[in-house]
């Protein structure tokens, strides 16, 4: 659309009507305007797949690969289909714009939500976010960049400010988003937190790049409540308040225009903003068929198994990897993640799956008719209890698995009932004059003894188990934020005892209070066997195989949402079973379930550390075609993981009186340990796989002039028994810098695939900007003439060639 077309529209709109618009219609559409042929469009989550606007159990989706994997695949066509299925599951849902991706960084290994951000590095986030981007909208749907920015942790998310120098913002957190703007995006998020004193929904950095420098042509809109006041944000460049109806842009905002504190121009470049992209998604004019789901169920898992593997990071191989599936007769599958995995990160981004595949269903599937497959789970990974679902409990009144979701008046009476599939209910229906939410369950006790159960929420709470009260209190709610008001609240556990092995009816109760959000969550977990029981039998399980393979990873409550982790270890007993099963048996395959970064101090143990990330929906036969050679690993890891903690050369997450200072600068990731002269666990872009390479050849550039790109050609050859893909990679330095640099920095990375044997030529694109500097002084973009050095290798670690380009300022003859 046009525009004048536009103009056109904005014309027959009253200023009540244009300022209605701003805000949320619902928690998850726009408002719409009939006078103008204007629909709702309608918004979800994103990036680990498209809920749609419900969180109800009943109503699934496709589980993608987490952000993190994604990041790790170095492969942007597979990120661009990705973004198309991503796409295809929003039209699937009646969903207009995804909110995806998140281009925030891994500053630090401690961040909590590291798994739905892709890397440490901006410009191997920014062309992985852009793939995302395309994929998504040359299907018609709308992506969001988020969360602009700055917004890298999640102690104190909601309000800590942040302190960085526009050097930095420029060069490492705004750039990805620079990179979303080139690619075309429709949508931009701002975040919760402030930046240089200013809070994200109102500052000046939303008009200054991103609007002016920029040019981006889109709607900014308002991560969930992140709206807190009226003039500023409407003075600032914050076009869409989300969610509503209510909100700091109704009536206020209104009266701010009439009174002369906010122009109504202003106004209008908002609405011409939502009108745009209206026109984008067919919401403007009359009413388009809806699209169709390029995506089948098959097609869907398909690609998805496909992205397992090509985003699972083989970080060593000791001639172990691939398993001979003909040479094996039993196999002793080790721990409690190779039966319940973490598929995907915890928070808002959460989907119900539609049908999820196991490691060991995934390991099972492949031996069949081949080999036994033996399963201990070891002693328990540690952690609060999980929601009821329905292979513990059922419905007490149908029978049928699952639980029964009631709504109850002040006087008990019942207002609602349905049968439900889980204990985690996070928006039971509103119902007029509900009082109270209560969710019962007869569990199976497969194991007497002393359970432990839990209720999320707030207000008032009780539990009962076979009508005797096991837990009654009252639990206010003392926090802003969405996620852990409507997604994660706290879990207030108990101990009771089961006695008899028939169905114990548990009954939960949570009393609804203004402000406090309706999520309820249930939860129970038999008896932990004893520890040393555990341990043995996973022992005696490997010694008795003739491989291993050993499934450990974090739970929900040590990487989430809402918190940043205060260490990296696996928690529980886990390494102490990795010890154990790798000293008993050398054949030992150590399978890594994690977000982000976690220590492996057993890592030089065992014969192989495969890494598979939250794997989505496909996670179990993405990794038994990994295990048994149907399938290389292909990933490079996206961010650098240390060996211990304290290696760690940034680990500040603690804002102090409110302000988290930035003090690294431009050092981070890999960055920064090339800058402390450190040597991680794994570098930053490294990978195994099942072919060895050799680098036989490098062209590039002997000068090139400021402002123009150019490409560095690697001849290779897979000198390995099978073929394989390498990830050729590029980095600069400019060691006699007159202005502070990284020690070296990424700048662009090209993949080829060879038969065994075969040789390859990688061509890398360095683009113009990897030679600029932000000069605060000036403000403006700089390039320093002058020798650079050059560097290519396969990470950041491990570099296997160097030479040097010149460098020349533009419309200059010399260096």
């Not at 019962?440 to 194991?447: D, G, Y």
């Amino acid at each position: 659309m046009t525009d004048d077309k536009i103009d056109v529209v904005l014309e027959k709109l009253d200023l009540a009507q244009k300022v209605r618009l701003l805000s949320g219609a619902t928690t998850w559409r726009t408002a719409d305007e009939p006078a103008v042929e204007l629909r709702q469009m309608v918004m979800s989550d994103g990036p680990a797949g498209v809920r749609g606007e419900a969180w109800d159990e009943r109503r699934t989706s496709a589980l993608l690969p987490s952000a993190s994997a994604i990041g790790a695949l170095w492969d942007e066509e597979l990120t661009e289909r990705l973004g198309g299925l991503l796409a295809s599951e929003a039209a699937r849902k009646g969903v207009d714009v995804v909110l995806a991706p998140t281009l925030n960084l891994h500053r630090t290994p401690l961040g909590g939500r590291h798994f739905e951000c892709f890397s440490e590095d901006p410009e191997l986030t920014g062309r992985t976010g852009a793939a995302l981007i395309r994929g998504i909208q040359a299907a018609g749907a709308g992506a969001t960049a988020k969360h602009y920015v700055a917004n890298d942790s999640e102690t104190q998310r909601m309000h800590v400010d942040v302190r960085v120098s526009e050097r930095v913002l420029r060069e490492v957190y705004l750039a990805p988003f620079e990179a979303a703007v080139d690619a075309g995006v429709w949508l931009v998020m701002a975040g919760y937190n402030s930046v240089n004193g200013s809070t994200m929904t109102a500052s000046g950095l939303l008009a200054e790049p991103l609007k002016n420098a920029w040019g981006f042509d889109g709607v900014v809109v308002s991560d969930w409540g992140a709206l807190r006041s009226t003039t500023g944000p409407a003075q600032a460049a914050l076009d869409l308040a989300m969610p509503g109806p209510q909100g700091p842009w109704q009536a206020e905002l209104l009266r701010a225009v009439k009174d002369g504190l906010v122009p109504e121009e202003v106004v209008d470049d908002k609405v011409r903003r939502l009108l745009r992209l209206a026109g984008r998604l067919q919401a403007l004019g009359p009413r388009q068929p809806p699209r169709v789901p390029a995506y089948g169920s098959a097609d869907t898992r398909r690609l998805l198994r496909r992205a397992v593997a090509a985003g699972s990071v083989l970080l060593h191989n000791r001639g172990v990897l691939p398993l001979d599936a003909s040479d094996l007769s039993t196999v002793a599958v080790i721990g409690a993640h190779a039966t319940s995995p973490r598929l995907q990160g915890g928070g808002s981004a959460g989907v119900f799956d539609s049908g999820s595949v196991t490691p060991l269903d995934g390991i099972r599937a492949r031996l069949r008719g081949h080999a036994r497959v033996v399963h201990a789970p070891g002693p328990a990974p540690g952690g609060p209890p999980a929601p009821l679902d329905p292979g513990r409990s059922s419905d007490p009144r149908s029978k049928k698995p699952g639980v029964l979701l009631r709504l109850l008046d002040a006087a008990g009476h019942e207002l609602y009932a349905g049968h439900r599939l889980s204990g985690r209910q996070l928006e039971p229906p509103i119902v007029p004059g509900a009082h109270t939410v209560e969710i019962s369950a007869l569990i199976r006790a497969e194991t007497t003894g002393e359970w432990t159960f839990g209720i999320a929420g707030f207000g008032r709470m009780s539990l009962t188990l076979d009508g005797r009260t096991v837990l009654d209190g009252a639990y206010p709610c003392t926090t802003d934020d969405p996620a852990v008001v409507h997604v994660t609240p706290p879990l207030h556990t108990v101990r009771a005892t089961i006695s008899s092995p028939r169905p114990a009816l548990l009954v939960a109760r949570r009393e609804l209070i203004p402000g406090a959000g309706r999520a309820t969550i249930v939860a129970a977990a038999p008896p932990e066997r004893e520890t040393a029981a555990a341990l043995a039998e996973a022992v005696e399980a490997a010694r008795n195989a003739d491989a291993v393979i050993v499934v450990v990873g974090t739970t929900e409550h040590t990487e989430s949402e809402g918190h940043d982790r205060t260490d990296l270890s696996l928690g529980g007993h886990q390494d102490a079973v990795v010890h154990a099963v790798a000293a008993a048996n050398p054949c030992t395959v150590a399978v890594v379930n994690s977000g982000g970064p976690v220590e492996l101090p057993w890592r030089e143990e065992v014969g192989a550390v495969l890494l598979t990330w939250f794997p989505g929906q496909e996670a179990g036969h993405g990794i038994a075609d990994m295990l048994f050679g149907l399938a290389e690993p292909g990933g490079r890891l996206p961010t650098t993981w240390p060996a211990s903690l304290t290696d760690a050369p940034v680990t500040r997450t603690q804002p102090v009186e409110g302000r988290l200072p930035y003090e690294e600068g431009l050092h981070i990731g890999h960055r920064a340990w090339a800058r402390a002269g450190s040597e991680p666990a794994y570098w930053f872009g490294h990978g195994e796989g099942y072919a060895t390479w050799e680098y036989e050849a490098v062209r590039a550039p002997a000068r090139v002039t400021a402002g123009t790109p150019f490409t560095v050609g690697v001849r290779l050859r897979n000198t390995g028994p099978r073929s394989g893909r390498e990830v050729v990679q590029v980095y600069l330095a400019r060691p006699h810098s007159a202005v502070e640099r990284p020690v070296l920095w990424f700048v662009g990375y090209a993949a080829v695939h060879a038969d065994a044997g075969a040789p390859a030529t990688a061509v890398v694109d360095v683009p113009a900007r990897a030679l600029r500097h932000w000069s605060d002084d000036e403000q403006t973009w700089c390039v320093e003439p002058g020798t650079y050095r050059i560097m290519v290798g396969r990470s950041a670690g491990r570099l296997v060639w160097h030479g040097e380009v010149s460098v020349r300022e533009a419309g200059s003859g010399t260096t």
